[in-house]
């Protein structure tokens, strides 16, 4: 995967988002679409070194968009970080510490997992010890499409 950095990130402040749980994670991508998508993980492959591609992903938890008028930015009322919500339900990346990497395209479901699998394998390697929850982000950034990986971290 070209020149992929994890890195530590501590999130001081948690992000909002409306539940659609009609998305697709692999799906068409919009211009200046954000997205949030939360993904089990196997719990045999989410602490493997050499993890299985094939049994990596597991059930979507969240499915959800991020709302880009100024109005949207605030506390949202109601917290769920897991489950599908209904459409306009508020929903939350937590605040906390993830093991971060992204890249700046739109990622196919294959490429997706090798570049998940490469954070997971970065993070074991530091002596860190993910969650088996995986969040995958889409955000347009300096005019261009972005694709972020997030792992929950102690």
Not at 49 to 70: H, K, N, T
Not at 132 to 154: A, F, K, M
Request: negative net charge; hydrophobic residues 40%.
């Amino acid at each position: 995967m070209h020149d992929l950095h994890t890195i530590k990130l501590e999130l001081l402040s948690p992000l909002y988002y409306y539940g659609d749980p009609l998305l697709d994670p692999f799906g068409p991508k919009g211009p200046e679409a954000e997205q949030l998508f939360c993904f089990a993980l196997d719990p045999v492959q989410a602490q493997s070194i050499e993890p299985d591609p094939r049994l990596f992903l597991g059930d979507v938890l969240l499915r959800s968009y991020a709302d880009p008028s100024p109005a949207a930015s605030g506390p949202a009322p109601e917290r769920a970080e897991s489950g599908n919500a209904d459409r306009g339900e508020r929903l939350v990346l937590p605040a906390g510490k993830y093991l971060f990497a992204q890249v700046r395209e739109i990622l196919d479901r294959e490429a997706f997992i090798n570049m998940a699998i490469e954070v997971q394998k970065d993070g074991l390697w530091e002596g860190f010890s993910p969650d088996s929850r995986l969040y995958l982000r889409y955000l347009y950034e300096d005019q261009g499409p972005v694709t972020q990986v997030l792992r929950p971290i102690p």
